[in-house]
T-cell receptor, first 112, second 109 residues
Framework: DAEITQSPRHKITETGRQVTLACHQT?????MFWYRQDLGHGLRLIHY???????NKGEVSDGYSVSRSNTEDLPLTLESAASSQTSVYFC???????????FGEGSRLTVL | QKEVEQNSGPLSVPEGAIASLNCTYS??????FFWYRQYSGKSPELIMS????GDKEDGRFTAQLNKASQYVSLLIRDSQPSDSATYLC?????????FGAGTTVTVRA
């Protein structure tokens, strides 16, 4: 079965460190997304990609970057982790025709 | 104004009752509409999608869409304890989805 896998599932890091969250999908979807979920804010879009070499900023992109070198992977990098980036991060991919979004299991990041 | 707004909840309903969830959106160019269910500590899972005005039924779930009023709703009939979760309304513009903050539903036995 097709799926999206995220790693690590849990990570604790220190302020100022660089962190990369991995996302790998086997749906063969062109569209991939990174969201963060915080209490009171729901799901907010960080970055998204519509295909290889395409990346775009979402509504909360400051301090984050992504790269898309193949169809399957969209890693999310926090250049210099801040306590405000403590959150649960979800990677997702979508079918271009229906727009239906499929989520990974999430990565819980704690920045101390 | 937020792009997608949901009734804040929490919503508590007795087992067997109907749970009614509401969602409004601001962008008239929105193309597709979705309801996701999220159990505590889990990722959102798609339960309904609706693309045109009217009702769409799937088992105990019915989604209703009124584009003129920019309104989407979800009815859960014969609510079960397993329906206790947070329900997220999502609206598609271009290829992106915007989400509401969610409504937490608790079904009490």
């Amino acid at each position: 079965d097709a799926e999206i896998t995220q790693s690590p599932r849990h990570k604790i890091t220190e302020t100022g460190r660089q962190v990369t969250l991995a996302c790998h999908q086997t749906w063969n979807h062109n569209n991939m997304f990174w969201y963060r979920q915080d209490l009171g804010h729901g799901l907010r879009l960080i970055h998204y990609s519509y295909g290889v070499q395409d990346t775009n900023k979402g509504e909360v992109s400051d301090g984050y970057s992504v790269s898309r070198s193949n169809t399957e992977d969209l890693p999310l990098t926090l250049e210099s982790a801040a306590s405000s980036q403590t959150s649960v991060y979800f990677c997702a991919s979508s079918d271009r025709n229906t727009g239906e979004l499929f989520f990974g299991e999430g990565s819980r990041l704690t920045v101390l | 104004q937020k792009e997608v707004e949901q009734n804040s909840g929490p919503l508590s309903v007795p087992e067997g009752a109907i749970a009614s969830l509401n969602c409004t959106y601001s962008d008239r160019g929105s193309q597709s509409f979705f309801w996701y269910r999220q159990y505590s500590g889990k990722s959102p899972e798609l339960i309904m999608s609706i693309y045109s005005n009217g009702d769409k039924e799937d088992g105990r779930f019915t989604a209703q869409l009124n584009k003129a009023s920019q309104y989407v709703s979800l009815l859960i009939r014969d609510s079960q304890p397993s329906d206790s979760a947070t329900y997220l309304c999502a609206v598609r513009v271009d290829y992106k989805l915007s989400f509401g903050a969610g409504t937490t539903v608790t079904v009490r036995a």
